[in-house]
């Protein structure tokens, strides 16, 4: 069965970077889109971008560009996000989330999640 | 693309119909609207993609339906398990948004 496990929580000062992890199994690792989903405190969801486990390719939502870095290693199936220049309100949970499929076959919607990730930023 | 959501806060009784809007700021495919829901520290479910197809393991109480700007998700009968927050997510090639999301409550 498809499960995504997240890193445990983590607790940042202001200006410090933060890097969460999502190691993936019960699917081809390579041959899905992740994302990843943040939600702040009572909320809703903000996506922040993905990356294609497969080439490395990424891309990062506007508001994010310049502050987060999504990386992977394929050795063993897991994707990582990292998030710099750290702010109070950065304060979230933060999720990978995989795709079903191809945007091209409109199959790009996201069909498991991680149990998330809280990160908070605090001095 | 901004997806809309309403109402923000549904009252409703278990055994009652729910029917939760999302319209978004332009016309998107039907294909890439999506509805999830959430329920309190956990991570969201998928509950509908396609704007009317039905995730694997989702009760058929639970239907999606529109078409251009207006979606809807109609609960038929709520039951207990069914209060949370539901999110409507509009899915492409270039961009993925969210509507701020309803919450079911039980009155």
């Known amino acids: 069965q498809v499960q995504l496990v997240q890193s445990g929580a983590e607790v940042k000062k202001p200006g410090a970077s933060v890097k969460v992890s999502c190691k993936a199994s019960g699917y081809t690792f390579t041959g899905y889109y992740m994302h990843w989903v943040r939600q702040a405190p009572g909320q809703g969801l903000e996506w922040m971008g993905w990356i294609n486990p497969d080439s490395g390719a990424t891309k990062y939502a506007h508001g994010f560009q310049g502050r987060v870095t999504m990386t992977r290693d394929t050795s063993i199936s897991t994707v990582y996000m990292e998030l710099s220049s750290l702010r109070s309100d950065d304060t979230a949970v933060y999720y990978c989330a995989k795709v079903a499929g191809y945007c091209s076959e409109s199959r790009c919607f996201f069909d498991y999640w991680g149990q998330g990730t809280l990160v908070t930023v605090s001095s | 693309t901004v997806l809309t959501q309403s109402p923000a806060t549904l009252s409703l009784s278990p055994g009652e119909r729910a029917t939760l809007s999302c319209r978004a700021s332009?016309?998107?495919?039907?294909?890439?609207l999506a509805w999830y829901q959430q329920k309190p520290g956990q991570a969201p479910r998928l509950l509908i993609y396609g704007a009317s197809s039905r995730a694997t393991g989702i009760p058929d109480r639970f239907s999606g339906s529109g078409s251009g700007t207006d979606f809807t998700l109609t609960i038929s009968r709520l039951e207990p398990e069914d209060f949370a927050v539901y999110y409507c997510?509009?899915?492409?090639?270039?961009?993925?948004?969210f509507g701020q999301g309803t919450k079911v409550e039980i009155k």
């Open positions: 997510h509009h899915y492409s090639s270039s961009l993925w948004t």
């Open positions: 332009q016309s998107v495919s039907s294909n890439s």
